[in-house]
């Protein structure tokens, strides 16, 4: 038997020589140069649909997608932290002119993002549509016949066998059919193809494209996110007015909230205390009870770092976490004006913390006169002692807790209308207590102590509760799952376009000049491959131990003699 070959690409001659069994080994469509002086409106608009819609320009506009999100990633955006934007334009005078004309601070809602994307859905679209058409199509029919001179063909064998041509092309039909080729007999030939998968995963992979851009977009529209800040003891409800802030899809509603509602009862957190990562939170847990709907059935969670609570279309995270020293404070009288437990954000991992203390209610100065009562508030969970010379937290737990208190009397503008941050307090009606030395009044306090006001003010006692309180995320956001799954479908059928080559393979089993049946094997891939070669020789292999080779002719009557052999090799074969 004569080995395999393999030729250089077939020419363009060969090509037409091909024919039909050379075309259609994919579903691109074809690209062919317009006449250009002949164009008109519509043929210019034709042109213009089939550059819009090939693979090239699809790539292109994903390519162009992907680096105009960087931007978004980059730049503060108004839809995420818009005090960050804010921020950014008091630092970049000239900058932020330029940003907010090239719509840089909302990436995702400018225009020129939204018509990128919106084409690469028409690209997409336009591409899978004939695409698919076409692909059923070939799977509808059969594989095309086998050419003329299968010896043209980049991989190819060719054999002499005593076995009748018949029953050749059974036994090559039966075995192509036994390697998942789909098979049959056309004329004298058989001919097979295989890897339709390749076009599969072509196709899977555009769809899931398209499944991804249109989860994408119904998640932006219609997504929510809120923060809310919970005590232990406290609770939250679902609805808008709860949120310490919250942003929304253009078409969110409030109906669209999930209605639920839950409330903390313990906040965890343990931290390696020794070794290079101390301080290392190793357990950051919630534990909540919860209910869906206005009449659900209460129900016991454990919320951790990336394990949310899930209930319904809506996730609940847990995102970050503080201390709330319990603060009590009285007039001059001893009556009790405020007690609560007051938050305060953290400002290290250490939780070094601060915020305000603020009293707008029930208090009378000495006088008898309403004032507000205003005290900046710095809390460290583990204080390093005087020695230390700093108020930083020198560890995150609760181990050696301090308060620094700082007081001020007056008008805190809580009735402006102005909103005000909970965490900060507005001084420009405010006035300082003052120490005996004419400084501002101000203590440490440990938990138990009080600290009195100047002038029979009142008092302010650290009350031995400290709390914890844990910042949660609640986010609705449609599409996620479709996202998820199309971006799965989309590496598996990629991977499907890239490891699984489309070939065809024939079989031509005829009978000689002189009565011996000769047998030719020829294979055809869409790009030059080792694959088909190999099995090629693979299949020759196996066919020919079921129709041997037979010797060749006797010699001539001109005297010559051929070498005995069991095969002739075809034009460019090898010898065995």
Same mark, same amino acid.
């Given at each position: 038997m ?13 090509d ?7 075309s ?16 008109g ?15 090239? +320009?699809?790539?292109l ?10 931007p ?7 839809g995420?932290?818009?005090?960050a934007?804010?921020d ?24 020129w ?8 859905? +028409?690209?997409?679209? $336009?591409?899978?549509v ?20 299968l ?22 039909l ?6 998942r ?9 058989? *001919? ?7 076009? +599969? ?6 769809i ?5 851009l ?7 529209l ?7 800040? +919970? ?22 509603t409030?109906?669209d ?20 990562n101390r ?8 534990e909540?009870t ?5 009449d659900g059935?209460e129900?016991?969670a454990?919320?951790k ?39 305060l ?8 913390s ?12 000495p ?28 560890f995150?737990?609760l ?24 965490y ?18 101000k ?12 002038? $029979? ?29 199309g971006?799965?479908?989309a590496?598996?059928g ?27 094997? *020829?294979?055809l ?6 694959k088909?070669p190999?099995e ?12 041997p ?5 006797s ?22």
């Amino acid at each position: 038997m004569s080995k395999t070959t393999t030729d250089d690409t077939p020419t363009a001659a060969d090509d037409q020589e091909l024919g039909a069994a050379g075309s259609q080994l994919s579903t691109a469509p074809r690209e062919d140069a317009p006449n250009l002086p002949s164009l008109g409106v519509i043929g210019w608009a034709r042109w213009f649909w089939r550059q819009l819609t090939s693979m090239r +320009v699809a790539l292109l506009l994903l390519l162009l997608l992907s680096l105009g999100a960087i931007p978004g990633s980059l730049i503060p955006q108004t839809g995420i932290d818009e005090t960050a934007v804010a921020d950014f334009r008091e630092r970049h005078d000239v900058l932020a002119p330029v940003y907010d004309k090239l719509g840089l601070f909302d990436v995702y809602s400018s225009v020129w993002f939204s018509a990128v994307y919106i084409l690469l859905f +028409v690209s997409l679209i $336009g591409c899978i549509v004939p695409r698919t058409w076409q692909f059923v199509g070939q799977l509808r029919g059969r594989p095309p016949g086998a050419p003329r001179r299968l010896t043209r063909l980049p991989a190819h064998t060719t054999w002499r066998t005593g076995a009748e041509p018949e029953q050749v092309r059974e036994a090559a039909l039966a075995l192509l059919r036994k390697r998942r080729f789909r098979a049959h007999v056309v004329g004298d030939a058989v *001919a097979a193809e295989k890897g339709y998968l390749r076009e +599969v995963g072509n196709l899977l992979f555009h769809i899931a494209l398209i499944v991804m851009l249109i989860a994408f977009g119904w998640g932006q529209l219609f997504k929510s996110e809120g923060n809310k800040l +919970v005590v232990e003891g406290d609770g939250f409800a679902n609805t808008l007015t709860q949120y310490d802030d919250f942003k929304s899809g253009s078409l969110f509603t409030n109906d669209d909230l999930v209605p639920f509602s839950f409330d903390v009862k313990k906040f965890t957190g343990t931290y390696e205390r020794t070794g290079p990562n101390r301080g290392t939170p190793r357990t950051y847990e919630t534990e909540l009870t919860y209910t869906e709907g206005a009449d659900g059935e209460e129900r016991t969670a454990l919320v951790k770092v990336n394990k949310p609570l899930k209930i319904g279309d809506a996730k609940v995270y847990l995102v970050s976490h503080g201390y709330a020293p319990v603060v009590t404070v009285r007039d001059g009288k001893g009556n009790i004006v405020f007690r609560d437990a007051v938050p305060l954000l953290p400002l290290d991992s250490n939780v070094t913390s601060s915020g305000v203390v603020k009293v707008l209610d029930g208090y009378r100065n000495p006088e008898g006169e309403k004032e507000q009562l205003g005290f900046n508030a710095f809390f460290v969970p583990t204080f390093g002692g005087s020695a230390s010379g700093t108020m930083l937290s020198q560890f995150p737990a609760l181990d050696y807790p301090v308060l620094a208190l700082s007081a001020y009397h007056g008008d805190l503008k809580a009735d402006s209308g102005i909103p005000q941050s909970v965490y900060q307090m507005d001084k420009t009606k405010m006035k300082e207590f003052k120490d005996s030395e004419g400084e501002l009044f101000k203590k440490l306090l440990t938990p138990g102590e009080t600290m009195t006001l100047p002038d $029979g003010a009142g008092s302010v006692t650290f009350e031995k509760d400290v709390k914890e309180w844990a910042g949660f995320q609640v986010v609705q956001e449609r599409g996620a799952g479709w996202a998820l799954g199309g971006a799965v479908v989309a590496i598996a059928g990629l991977a499907a376009s890239l490891f699984i080559q489309r070939r065809r393979v024939w079989v031509r089993a005829v009978e000689g000049p002189d009565g011996v049946t000769v047998v030719e094997m *020829a294979g055809l891939g869409r790009s030059e491959s080792a694959k088909v070669p190999e099995e090629l020789g693979d299949l020759a292999g196996v066919l020919y131990d079921r129709a041997p080779g037979a010797p060749d002719p006797s010699p001539d009557p001109s005297g010559s003699t051929d070498t005995d052999s069991e095969a002739v090799p075809a034009e460019g074969a090898e010898q065995p």
